[in-house]
């Protein structure tokens, strides 16, 4: 399946027949790879009966073309143009693989096949050597295969039988040790392979230069952050060895993180069922002849990198993000490719780093078997006879040939050198951006258990990495990409290894990486570049280039070669162009008794018994049983997320339904898992708000989680899909429901009033997802399937209607069976059930993710006055108005239209509401009326504002004021009594209700606020705007709200300045602060005047001038806003501008405060105005923005 994945090819002479390499991996059950290297070729069919069995075949298959193509000739034009195969495999293909062939998007060809005949025509079938390695040794594999190959094409008999060089390479060429270079024979010439030393990166010789060739740097780069960030990931090219060369080069450029998911660069057809698997992969199609993109029809697209090889294009999903640094990689990248001659664009074809070696190396040998008489691995009467051979080659060759044989070989081996510099180049540029972005994320690794047992029991529920601290830290153009890598399996992977490291011991690239790190933390000293987070490239790429060079250059050892085997007379006996039936019997490791074999095995046990010896001597026989036993458990964690290849390449019924059965099982709990982290990180951040702010974890975070959702949503939709429309399995789905409604309804026959009755609830569930998807699809022009399937999810998790949504989709059964495959999620009721439940789960908390992304599209509002009811006749005579603003800008003025309360207006989206001015310009006779509050009602997203305001808008009444500034709360529906009943998020701060301004402004009740308690408020007021900077700037609330808010800064400023105020009022009238403060600004003027405040004179620019200015400047302000609201304004104005410290011991020195408050008022008590001055100049250090709504008129 993976030696031939296209099955068994026969062709004929008139058809290439040249050899052809590809390699494969394969992942066990432990989760360990092997590598496989296959040469293929062509070999002559000898058989009469097979040839003649082909003969009939075709001519079957003639007959059969003929009649399909005769009914269907109206069709005739469309097949035509799709391009002929003249080859023997379409003609096999054609009669077994048409499903195959419909998923290719090859149409069967109109025209004949390439005529075969048995009696004129030979018949060639293709046969595969392959080679298993436990390490990618791609070159030397390659080598060793052609150099086998060439063998049985040559005429002349190799020096020895084949199995005598296949036995020494399974059996007598060890794996070269660490940091060295081994030599080993093929049959042909000698073959060299390395390995990296333990500082080094892993072995990596797939060639990164003929992958960056074909696809360019930026689409690499671009393909790269793909793999990071754990989309599916789909190769597309006719040439096998091309999809195992791009998906072999972006796993290795992943280091230190490992792919976790599905990995199979070749997939074969009894397998494409696989690439209905809804999790993240890495899978390699075979393009067929003719078949184009736009033909190849697939369930999952949503988030599919489409890479499209042989046409030098990466199709990646919607709204990825940019790679860290990415122009600067491109050019360091770019550079580096271009020093060793290769063009950085793309659509480059570039030959094989090894081409099929010269005959010529041959005489290569005999040097080489001169090295082995040096290495004691030959007698000396071996020796004399190879000697004898070598003078007799360099008689018959002359010495020009062998200076061009020479020449050759320095040639080819210089390739080889080039191929495996740019190979570390690239890995190290990429390895030191790693390091870089995660220099200190052991930092931040969170170690909650106390041993292993507990931290394994409790790994589901625990949290091993503060996201949001290594977030607030690095620069803000990482940080979408960081914040969704983060999210990924890869990186809770590595997070995992590091946590376990305390217990035992760490993963060879994780101990790799941290090496790295210790490393560069030791000897870099440039601290400046790591604040400003510059760019600094590689520094290691010639050290690194110069090890490789070394071990290449010259071999650290050498294998023994090739001996004759025992063998019967006759075995091994060679036949130009056909490769033998290998001898199983003298393959067997067991039946060599010579003394090579004999050496090797002796090797072996001596390394067996030195391991043995060693660990003997420091543990117990207990200890390395719970040593090994933890490691094991490590090993399962680490990889949790693989499947194994034995379960994915078997095609048998069974074990396709079961492995679809575990995607099922995998999705119902990543939807578990994922709803209960959204939920703990939205409940966990809403926990330490303490009430104060808007309650939201970081908005960035928040939406990394959410595009998780939407994506989880896409791969469980795209499930067994077998009919769509666009790309998004999702929207696909919704359309389909959405034409079966409206054709459902056309008839429009009334039903019984019973049926009404049982349908008035789902009438109610339909209509809102119908009125949903209507609105979508209004506001979404120019917006692809994915991206309104997004903005639909968007919109009903904010509307906390996803769920309803889903469920209401999914009761058209017959519309499932109709789109979807038997083995699909869907039709798993059960899963299916327990799904819709997880998702019901996030009703619990608000998100605000579709008003905050979607921020350009028009929303409609309907705003309402609601008065006091017994006073709500008044509203008659009033003519107000309104202006709404919101974190994304204001509405504008909107004038009510007369004896109405309610207005409807349309305008861009302002985001999450935070204040609205009301006001009247009073006209009429009694324009003056008691308003309750103002609600501002979201018509699409359906959230409703509560604006509470509770005091009068008119001249004469109150404070006066036309026109008032409201802080907003976002209520549940239907819950406006009480906004945080049935929601976990707590309702955010409103404006001061009339309860509490009586409370503050009433004297005459004689009712005495203690003065701790509003020195409490105050430091918490403060407090809270301190917390409020100190966040990242995703994660700050409303500075409004901190500011105007119940138990803002405002309030808490009134309370203090009430304290112990005198009042001469009758009838228990509420004074207001701002009369003391303009009277005490008139107060200081007048004694100003008359040169006795204090008994000097103060010059200008002192604190008093800009209390006067201020004062002045907010009375004489156009607007009408009350003696509240200019206090309001007037406490904002000084914390702004950094004055409001200075102006209260200024207040608290004036003559009038004696003579206006009582002994025991707080503005009387230095050590409590002192302390307040404290209190106002630790918010100097922060930068205050006041929303357009709270200043507008005011000049200064």
Not at 275 to 284: E, N, S, T
Not at 504 to 530: G, I, N, V, W
Request: hydrophobic share 35%; net charge negative.
């Amino acid at each position: 399946m993976l030696c031939m994945p296209r099955g068994l090819s026969f062709r004929t002479q008139a058809e290439r027949l040249d050899p052809q390499f590809h390699s494969f991996t394969l992942v066990f059950d432990n989760g360990s790879r092997s590598y496989g290297f296959v040469h293929t070729f062509y070999e002559e069919v000898t058989s009469p009966a097979i040839t003649t069995a082909m003969h009939t075949l075709y001519q079957m298959h003639q007959v059969e073309r003929q009649s399909n193509s005769s009914s269907s000739a109206a069709s005739s034009s469309s097949s035509a143009s799709s391009p002929s195969t003249s080859s023997m495999d379409s003609l096999v293909s054609s009669l077994d693989e048409s499903d195959v062939e419909s998923l290719a998007g090859v149409a069967p060809c109109a025209a004949g096949v390439g005529s075969y005949n048995a009696s004129k025509d030979t018949l060639y079938v293709s046969k595969a050597l392959c080679l298993l390695t436990p390490l990618p040794f791609l070159q030397a594999s390659r080598q060793f295969l052609s150099q086998l190959h060439q063998a049985v094409a040559s005429s002349t008999a190799p020096p020895l039988p084949l199995e005598s060089y296949i036995h020494n390479i399974l059996y007598e060429v060890p794996l070269p040790p660490p940091g060295r270079s081994l030599r080993f024979h093929g049959v042909q010439g000698p073959i060299l392979c390395q390995r990296p030393g333990p500082g080094e990166l892993p072995l990596g010789e797939f060639p990164l230069g003929e992958a960056f060739c074909l696809l360019g740097v930026d689409n690499m780069v671009q393909l790269l952050t793909c793999a990071l960030l754990e989309t599916q990931v789909l190769l597309y090219s006719q040439d096998y060895q091309r999809l195992m060369t791009v998906a072999e080069c972006i796993t290795t450029l992943l280091f230190p993180f490992h792919w976790q998911h599905m990995y199979l660069p070749i997939t074969s057809a009894p397998i494409y069922h696989l690439l209905d698997a809804p999790v993240p992969f890495v899978m390699g199609l075979q393009r067929r002849e003719g078949a184009q993109r736009s033909s190849l029809h697939l369930s999952h697209e949503a988030n599919l990198c489409f890479v499209d090889i042989d046409n030098h294009c990466v199709e990646a999903p919607e709204d990825l993000p940019v790679f860290p640094d990415q122009t600067e990689l491109i050019q360091e990248l770019t550079e580096i490719l271009q020093r060793f001659g290769l063009s950085p664009q793309g659509g480059v074809l570039t030959k094989p780093t090894l081409n099929s070696p010269s005959p010529r190396l041959s005489s290569l040998v005999l040097e080489d078997l001169m090295e082995d008489r040096r290495n004691g691995n030959l007698g000396g009467d071996e020796l004399a006879v190879l000697e004898k051979l070598q003078a007799l080659a360099k008689q018959c060759e002359g010495g020009s040939m062998a200076d061009g044989a020479k020449t050759l070989v320095l040639e080819e081996e210089d390739d080889e050198l080039k191929a495996a510099k740019l190979n570390i180049q690239i890995r190290e540029v990429f390895a030191g951006r790693f390091a870089a972005m995660f220099g200190k994320y052991d930092q931040f690794v969170i170690n909650s258990s106390f041993d292993l047992d507990s931290w394994l029991s409790n790994r589901e529920g625990s949290c091993n990495f503060d996201k949001g601290s290594f977030l607030s830290v690095q620069p803000a153009s990482h940080l979408t990409f960081m914040s969704r890598f983060l999210e990924t399996a890869m990186f809770s992977s590595f997070v995992d290894g590091k946590v376990i490291s305390r217990w035992a011991d760490r993963e060879p690239m994780q101990q790799l990486f941290d090496s790295r790190l210790e490393r560069e933390r030791l000897y870099d000293t440039d601290e400046q570049d790591k604040r400003n987070n510059r760019y600094r490239k590689c520094t290691s790429l010639l050290e690194s280039a110069q090890t490789i060079e070394r071990r290449l250059k010259k071999a650290d050892h050498t294998a023994i070669h090739p001996h004759l085997l025992n063998m019967k007379i006759g075995q091994g006996r060679h036949q130009p162009g056909y490769f033998p039936r290998l001898q199983a019997d003298v393959l067997a490791q067991g039946n060599s008794t010579n003394k090579w074999s004999g050496r090797v095995t002796a090797s072996c046990r001596s390394d067996s018994r030195k391991f043995t010896e060693h660990s003997g001597a420091d543990l117990d026989q207990t200890q390395i049983h719970k040593l090994l036993s933890q490691k094991h458990r490590c090993k399962h964690i680490f990889l949790r997320k693989n499947l194994a290849h034995s379960k994915l390449l078997d095609p048998c019924p069974q074990t396709v339904t079961q492995t679809h059965r575990e995607f099922v099982d995998g999705l119902l709990n990543e939807c578990r898992l994922k709803t209960k982290r959204m939920l703990m990180e939205r409940m966990g951040k809403e926990s330490v708000e303490l009430g104060q702010g808007e309650a939201n974890i970081t908005g960035l975070q928040e939406n990394t989680l959410i595009h998780g959702l939407c994506d989880l949503l896409e791969r469980t939709w795209g499930h067994g899909l077998q009919l769509k429309q666009g790309k998004s399995a999702l929207w696909s789905h919704l359309l389909h429901y959405q034409a079966a409604q409206r054709k459902a309804e056309a008839p429009a026959e009334s039903p019984g009033s019973e049926q009404k009755t049982f349908t008035d609830t789902t009438l109610h569930l339909r209509g809102f997802l119908l009125q949903d998807m209507s609105f979508i699809q209004t506001m979404s022009e120019g917006m692809s399937e994915v991206g309104q399937a997004r903005a639909w999810i968007h919109l009903a998790l904010e509307k906390k209607m996803l769920s309803q949504h889903l469920k209401e989709l999914l009761t058209n059964q017959e519309l499932i069976r109709q789109l979807y495959k038997p083995h699909a999620f869907l039709l798993c009721e059960e899963e299916r059930e327990q799904f819709l439940f997880h998702l019901l789960s996030l009703n619990t908390v608000d998100y605000l993710c579709f008003t905050r992304v979607f921020t350009s599209i028009s929303i409609p509002y309907r705003v309402a006055i609601i008065p006091m009811k017994k006073l709500s006749i008044a509203m008659a005579a009033v003519n107000p108005w309104v202006c709404v603003s919101g974190e994304l800008g204001d509405s504008g003025l909107r004038q009510f239209p007369k004896n109405t309360q309610e207005i409807y207006f349309q305008c861009k989206n302002l985001g999450r509401l935070s204040t609205l001015q009301l006001g009247q310009d009073n006209s009429g006779l009694l324009a003056k009326c008691l308003i309750d509050c103002v609600m501002v009602y979201n018509e699409i997203t359906g959230h409703t504002y509560k604006f509470p305001c509770g005091r009068w808008l008119g001249k004469g009444v109150g404070d006066g004021s036309l026109e008032r500034v409201l802080i907003g709360q976002l209520v549940t529906p239907g819950a406006e009594e009480d906004s945080g009943r049935w929601s976990a998020t707590p309702p955010e701060l409103a404006s001061p209700s009339q309860t509490v301004m009586t409370v503050l402004g009433s004297l005459g009740s004689r009712t005495r606020v203690h003065a701790v308690e509003v020195q409490e408020d105050m430091r918490e007021a403060a407090n809270n705007l301190v917390k409020y900077f100190h966040k990242p700037e995703q994660e700050r609330g409303n500075l409004t709200v901190l500011l105007c808010g119940e138990g803002g800064l405002v309030c808490a400023l009134e309370k203090f300045l009430l304290h112990g105020l005198k009042s001469s009022r009758l009838f228990q009238r509420s004074v207001f602060v701002w009369d003391y403060i303009e009277k005490a600004v008139v107060s200081m003027e007048t004694a100003d005047q008359i040169g006795d405040l204090n008994g000097s004179t103060r010059a200008k620019g002192q604190p008093w001038d800009s209390l006067c200015h201020y004062v002045h400047a907010i009375n004489s302000s156009p607007r009408n806003i009350g003696k509240e609201g200019k206090f309001q304004l007037f406490v904002c104005l000084g914390i702004r501008d950094q004055l409001l410290a200075l102006w209260l011991p200024l207040l608290a020195e004036c003559p009038l405060t004696g003579r206006t408050y009582e002994d025991i008022a707080l503005l009387r008590d230095r050590a409590a105005v002192h302390a307040l001055s404290r209190i106002l100049h630790t918010l100097y250090g922060f930068n205050i923005t006041l929303e357009a709504s709270l200043v507008k008129g005011i000049e200064l």
